[in-house]
Structure formats: structure tokens, C-alpha cells
């Protein structure tokens, strides 16, 4: 089993979260980073910021289901879409885990950057604004 740090589409309640299907959920976490928006979904690079999302415990098969979501070849980790490294992250009771995390394999646009690293708040920011 693996433990797995989620920031953007695979939340729940999104897009790909049923990837997660059969998944443990470990609770809401952060890790060190900073979080931009792609428009159909973000990326998470290396920075000083905290990133918000959640950890979970998967088996093989559903490691591998998101390897594919996220575009990432664990023959070709440099020429993949994202990364899988590992991190530390820390959940809400200060515990700190070690857990593998998408990493953007790309440059990303500085002015796409969301500050408070929380893609689920940014998403609602973004219907709010799109409100008559």
C-alpha cells in the first residue's frame, strides 16, 4: 500500500475523484509547495508555499490508474506530464507522513499562481466570479 497526497481534480467531490474508488482516505493534509492553475486542472511545483489537499492509502492498481490520470511514466519520469516523488506532508493533529505526490514537470506561468494553495477554494472563487 502507498499513501498518496492529492491537491487538485482527484479531491473529492471532483472530476477524477472516483480513481480514488476503494481508497482509504487518511484525512485533509498540506505539503510544501505552490499551486498553479492549468485551466482544465493544476499543477503543483516546488516552493516555499502550503498546498492543501488530502492523503490517501492505495493499492497497485489504483497507483497505477492515477499514474495515468496524471501522465506520469515510471519507465520515463522525465519525459512524463508529472513526477511521483515522495514528500512529507502534515495533517490537521500535526502528525506528520511521508507520501507520494504529482509534481508539475513543466515551467509554469508565475501569474498563474494560486496563492492560498487550495484549488478546491480557488474553484469556488472562480464560480463566484462567474455569478450575475
Do not use: C
Request: charge should be positive; aromatic fraction near 10%; avoid cysteine.
Amino acid at each position: 500500500m502507498t499513501e498518496v497526497f492529492v491537491y487538485g481534480t482527484l479531491l473529492r467531490g471532483l472530476r477524477f475523484h472516483g480513481a480514488l474508488k476503494g481508497a482509504t482516505f487518511l484525512g485533509p493534509a498540506r505539503v510544501r509547495g505552490r499551486l498553479f492553475d492549468l485551466g482544465p486542472y493544476p499543477a503543483l511545483a516546488d516552493g516555499p508555499d502550503q498546498v492543501h489537499g488530502e492523503v490517501y492509502r492505495v493499492d497497485a492498481g489504483t497507483l497505477a490508474r492515477l499514474d495515468r490520470i496524471e501522465d506520469f511514466d515510471p519507465r520515463d519520469p522525465e519525459g512524463s506530464l508529472y513526477r511521483r516523488v515522495v514528500r512529507r506532508s502534515w495533517l490537521p493533529d500535526g502528525e506528520f507522513r511521508d507520501v507520494q505526490v504529482y509534481l508539475y514537470n513543466a515551467r509554469v506561468d508565475p501569474r498563474r499562481r494560486i496563492p492560498h494553495g487550495d484549488y478546491r477554494r480557488h474553484l469556488q472563487s472562480l464560480r463566484g466570479k462567474a455569478t450575475p
